[in-house]
């Protein structure tokens, strides 16, 4: 285990990515809390003994922030359907990703994530730190990103695409992703 800059991480995961043959995204979303990330921090580390022995793994804990700045900006152009507000941030997005080569380890790397995930979202509700936005492009399958936006955000997307897509062809045609009516 190492400490990356966010560059050099990019830089070693695009680089070995054509090996691997596995790879899996979850998030959630923090207020940018120090105590907090650093709880999510110690709480990753702890659970990673049982996968360091995994063929090709590449396992990352990413903090990406959410500046207030953005979320002015979306404010002021009309705010946003993600249910992010300004008086909440600055936020962070606490993002797991794992490379590894063997699908025999699935149920052991996404056992570590599921696992990691959900005590660093528990813990950051503890103190009152958790948002409930999750990030649809770093979502997996076992999350909701759409319904972290609220009901009212969501209604709002549905009744769009009702109006622009009254056949449903991105919802029932395209397949994989996270749909509007489900």
């Known amino acids: 285990m190492r400490l990356q800059t966010l560059s050099e991480a990019a830089n070693?995961?695009?680089?070995?990515?054509?090996?691997?043959?596995?790879?899996a995204y979850m998030n959630i979303t923090v207020k940018a809390d120090f105590a907090t990330l650093q709880a999510g921090s110690n709480i990753y580390t702890a659970g990673l003994d049982p996968i360091k022995t995994v063929e090709n793994g590449t396992f990352s804990l990413t903090l990406q922030p959410y500046p207030v700045s953005l979320l002015e900006k979306s404010g002021l152009s009309g705010g946003n359907s993600l249910g992010l507000d300004v008086v909440d941030g600055p936020l962070v997005s606490v993002l797991l990703l794992s490379y590894w080569k063997n699908k025999g380890d699935d149920n052991a790397v996404l056992g570590f994530m599921n696992t990691?995930?959900?005590?660093?979202?528990?813990?950051?509700?503890?103190?009152?730190?958790?948002i409930p936005y999750v990030y649809m492009n770093y979502a997996f399958s076992n999350q909701d990103p759409i319904d972290s936006y609220g009901q009212k955000n969501k209604k709002k997307l549905q009744?769009?695409?009702?109006?622009?897509?009254?056949?449903?062809?991105?919802?029932?045609?395209?397949p994989g992703g996270f749909k509007l009516f489900l």
């Open 12 to 23: 070693e995961q695009a680089q070995s990515s054509q090996t691997r043959m596995r790879c």
């Open 116 to 130: 990691a995930l959900e005590k660093i979202k528990q813990d950051a509700a503890l103190r009152n730190q958790l």
């Open 159 to 174: 009744r769009a695409s009702k109006k622009y897509d009254p056949d449903g062809v991105f919802q029932k045609g395209c």
